[in-house]
């Protein structure tokens, strides 16, 4: 007796441990997933143009290019742009279904020389990624 | 009342030694020099100082300058006229006796030399009368007596009664080593009782012996012989041992050596205590005069803080201080010896306003505080906590114009940080020292030092305080 449940249970946990994705994925949804993001001089045919993380003046702008593959249904995530850890905008990106890529940016002033970083959020706030870039002469 | 009752509170262990060494110096010095003359032009110059003292208290300007300029002339006279004086006090003593010694003023009586002073008389027939007091005090009995001041010598008494010298009929009166009067006039005796051989030195001895304890010693200049009148008695002494035997008794009468020591212990108390009374005066005019104030800038010192906390703002960081003393202490103060410490025992994370008191602080012995600003000090306390954050290059200067930097990968990536809770909140980024472009290699790996901001922040044990950067530049499109 004892041995036939012992059978069963080690049968059921190989089942387990071979199928657990397909059951993740026929139970679940997809999620709003960012593909790529990355700061450029600027956009080209719908995608970023010369990348970095150092930006000259001379440039005018800086751009943040961001892409959702998948976006399950329509959505704003936001691009918050921080100077030395401070907040100087925030924009509201609207996103739609099945794939979007969007783009911020912000004109360069003499005072906007040096570190930043762009937060890409959801309107719940979590945070996809973060990029980091400096704004020199 | 209260000014001096602080002047005395805070002296210094210094200021105590100070005085009684100067008061020693200046009890030796009277134990040295007093009899001579230079003791009395010393006391001379020691009342001028204190009219000094007195005329510049009262603002009497010229007055004050003229007893400056006489007691500096008179110091230099004492050591040009007195030469010889002091010379002979300080080498007629020893060390022992310079620095630790009470010579007694008075020695004892020279029976030796005035039992063969007075034989010899005897023999000459030269008449002598010699008083010896006793405890009683002669002065009010005898008159017209001559100062002499002379030390008792045999070839002395011999002529002070020699027949041609003016004092001879006088007595001469002999205190101790000293023959301090002659040619002095006795009270003559109106006893009836003494025999009629008698003349008048007889019964001038008899006169001096009845009215006080002296004992009084005279020579027959017709007979030749020695006499000795004490109390009521006068009586011939034929052998010279006898005599020395009747001086050695009187000079050893009890009670007057008793009497001389205490007379010379009171003195010498006096001059002690006078002189620790004037070197007192003489060191409170010198060094506490409460007319000397100065201003102190002093920074802040916060003790006791819980080590769990950090100080993350304060109302001041230095205190200003108005401070009073002598002249001689403030321009010895240095600002070193000033401390102002606040207490942090109780405070707590947040703002704490600590009172600056007295007792926060320390001065130099002799230095009041007259005014503290500010009175109270706000300090603000922050919990330590430590955070891990990612950490980004500060990037500088110019690239060429047709590089780009492509990619930054940084290690670590993340550093650990300690500080003020409500500093960190804000905190979510570490950032480097500027790097500069300018001068780039194309690619590579270089190694930069983290710049903590603000910098109370310190970095956690365990994390390092450089990160390496390696970096790619790839060529600018177009």
């Known amino acids: ?137 | 009342m209260d000014t001096l009752l602080s002047l005395f509170t805070s002296l210094r262990w210094q200021d105590i030694v100070d005085i009684l060494l100067v008061s020693y110096i200046v009890f030796r010095l009277y134990i040295l020099l007093r009899g001579t003359t230079v003791f009395h032009v010393l006391i001379g110059i020691a009342l001028l100082w204190l009219s000094h003292r007195i005329a510049l208290f009262l603002g009497l300007i010229v007055t004050s300058w003229a007893m400056q300029g006489i007691m500096a002339v008179t110091a230099l006279i004492i050591i040009v006229v007195f030469r010889n004086e002091i010379r002979s006090v300080l080498q007629a003593k020893n060390a022992r006796a310079l620095l630790w010694g009470l010579a007694r003023k008075e020695s004892e009586t020279p029976v030796d030399i005035i039992a063969e002073s007075v034989y010899e008389l005897a023999r000459s027939h030269t008449g002598a009368l010699i008083v010896l007091p006793g405890t009683d005090d002669v002065d009010e009995v005898i008159h017209s007596g001559i100062p002499w001041g002379g030390t008792v010598s045999k070839e002395m008494l011999l002529s002070i009664f020699w027949h041609d010298n003016p004092v001879h009929d006088g007595a001469a009166i002999i205190k101790g080593e000293r023959v301090e009067e002659v040619g002095a006039i006795l009270p003559l005796s109106h006893r009836k009782d003494l025999p009629s051989s008698y003349g008048t030195r007889h019964r001038a001895a008899a006169g001096l012996a009845e009215k006080t304890d002296a004992l009084v010693v005279l020579v027959s200049e017709e007979r030749g012989e020695v006499a000795v009148a004490q109390g009521s008695r006068v009586h011939t002494v034929k052998q010279r041992d006898h005599f020395m035997q009747i001086l050695r008794e009187h000079a050893e009468v009890p009670g007057q050596r008793k009497a001389y020591l205490k007379r010379q212990r009171l003195e010498l108390g006096i001059a002690a205590l006078a002189s620790i009374l004037f070197i007192t005066g003489v060191w409170f005019s010198f060094a506490r005069g409460w007319d000397t104030l100065t201003a102190l800038e002093v920074p802040l010192g916060f003790i006791n803080r819980n080590p769990g906390t950090e100080i993350v703002d304060t109302s001041a960081n230095s205190a200003h201080l108005e401070l009073s003393g002598s002249s001689t202490l403030i321009r010895s103060l240095r600002p070193e010896q000033v401390n102002v410490r606040i207490d942090l025992s109780k405070a707590g994370a947040g703002p704490n306003t600590v009172p600056i008191t007295k007792e926060s602080i320390a001065l130099p012995p002799g230095i009041s505080l007259k005014k503290v600003e500010p009175t109270a000090v706000t300090v603000t306390l922050d919990k330590v906590i430590t955070k891990e954050v990612p950490v980004q290059v500060d990037w500088v200067g110019t690239l060429p114009e047709d590089l780009r930097l492509a990619e930054v990968r940084l290690e670590p990536e993340m550093v650990e940080v300690m500080g003020g809770e409500e500093v960190l909140e804000s905190v979510s980024t570490i950032y480097t020292e500027p790097v500069p472009l300018d001068n780039l290699e194309p690619s590579g790996t270089i190694t930069v030092r983290l710049a903590l901001n603000p910098a109370s922040l310190r970095i956690a044990s365990g994390s390092k305080d450089k990160v390496t950067v390696e970096y790619v530049t790839k060529q600018r499109l177009h």
């Open chain 1, 1 to 137: 007796m004892n041995a036939k449940i012992l059978t069963f249970f080690i049968a059921m946990l190989g089942a387990c441990l071979l199928f657990p994705q397909q059951a993740h994925v026929q139970g679940g949804e997809k999620s709003l997933t960012l593909a790529q993001a990355a700061m450029c001089e600027e956009i080209r045919d719908n995608a970023p143009y010369n990348l970095g993380v150092v930006f000259s003046m001379a440039n005018e702008k800086v751009c943040c290019f961001t892409m959702f593959d998948p976006v399950p249904e329509r959505t704003f995530i936001y691009h918050s742009w921080f100077r030395r850890d401070r907040l100087i905008t925030s924009i509201k990106l609207s996103l739609e279904p099945p794939q979007w890529a969007t783009v911020s940016r912000i004109q360069l002033r003499e005072a906007d020389k040096g570190p930043w970083r762009v937060e890409i959020t959801d309107q719940t706030g979590r945070v996809f990624r973060t990029l980091r870039f400096s704004i020199t002469d």
